[in-house]
């Protein structure tokens, strides 16, 4: 009877230890004293098996591993945070801890990791780091802006008065060289207008708009720049499209999307653009998702792409996504680019639906 009670006990103790593990978040995986493979708790496997499906041919078990064995041979905790970059471009970040499993009279029975797939409070936390970068780029950048333009308008005028002055004795030559001037000093006016966009965006006006109207408008404004660039535009739509928002800010934001698609293709490049709704828990969103067949953005830029000024193109000012990036987040959307180098990118932006929310 004692017996049978003791066994019953056993068992109990063991399905409990095995409901820890297999409740657990954390991914847990063991291996003997040789490192060889002993157990893989649920988590672990999701976690592996999810990674895999993305990674197609990193092997993260074989760097945990390395990992264990790494733990037996020094006898150590290690813990490390893993990164790994999926085919997406996303980056994956893995807290993994190693340390001996002992047994009762402390030998070394073998090596436990543990590990927890924090991507999502890395990616978290570079958003915080960006905009904190951004809000202080943005004040310094203002401050400079007025500086400039100050004394450019000066000299535009005074530019002009000399060329009307010079028409007397004309000289073609001289011509060219005013209008150079004049040319170039609207060339950095434009780019502080694009600088004071981004550092101090006019108030928004929040109203009901409809994305597809926006688009619509901003189409109509692209069609030269497309056909020219012999780009084909393709648009779907969704079953309510409506936000709350500034209209002209959407515009710029999706002119500046699009913009960038247009001259990332090739001739005869293709850009999508999808509208779609998805009801979540705090209420019905709609998204906008911008993809094109071109050149992609190189993983190492990736981090760079919203940062004021970060340009790959001999005329570009790097300001579009800054700006995108700024209005994104007035009218309370969020925004997320994946490209792939060589295939393709795509933007995708989502806005509360109008009527789902009540802000301020
Ligand atoms: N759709 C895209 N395809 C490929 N690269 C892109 C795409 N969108 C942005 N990029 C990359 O991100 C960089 C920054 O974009 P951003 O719009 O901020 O500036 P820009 O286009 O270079 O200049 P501007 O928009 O001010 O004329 C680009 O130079 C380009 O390298
Ligand atoms: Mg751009």
């Known amino acids: 009877d004692r017996l049978k009670r003791n066994t019953e006990k056993i068992i109990e103790m063991t399905r409990f230890n095995e409901d820890i593990l297999k409740s657990i978040p954390a991914g847990i995986i063991t291996t003997d004293k040789d490192g060889h493979l002993l157990s893989v708790n649920e988590a672990a496997k999701n976690l592996l098996h999810e990674n895999r499906r993305k990674n197609r041919d990193i092997d993260i078990m074989e760097t945990l591993l390395e990992q264990l064995s790494e733990t037996l041979k020094s ?77 450019l308008t000066g000299m535009k005028t005074s ?62 404004l692209l069609v030269n720049h497309a056909d020219e660039n012999d780009v084909e535009i393709k648009v779907s739509g969704c079953e309510n499209a409506e936000v709350c928002a500034d209209k002209a800010q959407m515009e710029q934001i999706f002119l500046n999307i699009i913009k960038n698609s247009i001259s990332a293709v090739e001739r005869s490049g293709l850009v999508t653009v999808c509208f779609s709704n998805s009801l979540r828990e705090d209420g019905m969103y709609v998204t906008a998702e911008f993809y094109d067949n071109g050149c992609g953005i190189q993983l190492k830029d990736m981090p760079k792409i919203f940062n004021p000024f970060f340009t790959t193109k001999s005329q570009g000012t790097g300001l579009g996504l800054s700006v995108v990036y700024e209005l994104v987040k007035i009218n309370h959307g969020k925004i997320d680019i994946q490209s792939v180098e060589g295939e393709g990118t795509k933007v995708r932006i989502d806005f509360p639906a109008y009527g789902g929310k009540d802000f301020e």
């Open 159 to 220: 530019i002009q008065v000399l060329e009307n002055r010079m028409y007397k004795n004309y000289d073609s030559s001289n011509e060219r060289l005013f209008s150079g001037v004049i040319q170039e000093i609207d060339r950095i006016n434009n780019l502080i207008s694009g600088l004071l966009n981004f550092a101090k965006p006019r108030a928004s006006k929040f109203e009901k708009t409809n994305l597809e109207e926006v688009l619509e408008n901003t189409l109509t």
């Open 75 to 151: 006898n150590r905790v290690i813990n490390n945070i893993l990164t790994f970059n999926d085919i997406e471009g996303n980056t994956i970040y893995l807290d993994v801890t190693t340390s001996l499993l002992k047994g009762n009279e402390s030998s070394k029975d073998g090596a436990i990791c543990s590990f927890n797939d924090i991507s999502d409070r890395k990616k978290f936390e570079k958003n915080m780091d960006l905009l904190d970068r951004l809000t202080s780029i943005g004040q310094f950048a203002a401050g400079i802006a007025h500086e400039i333009r100050n004394p």
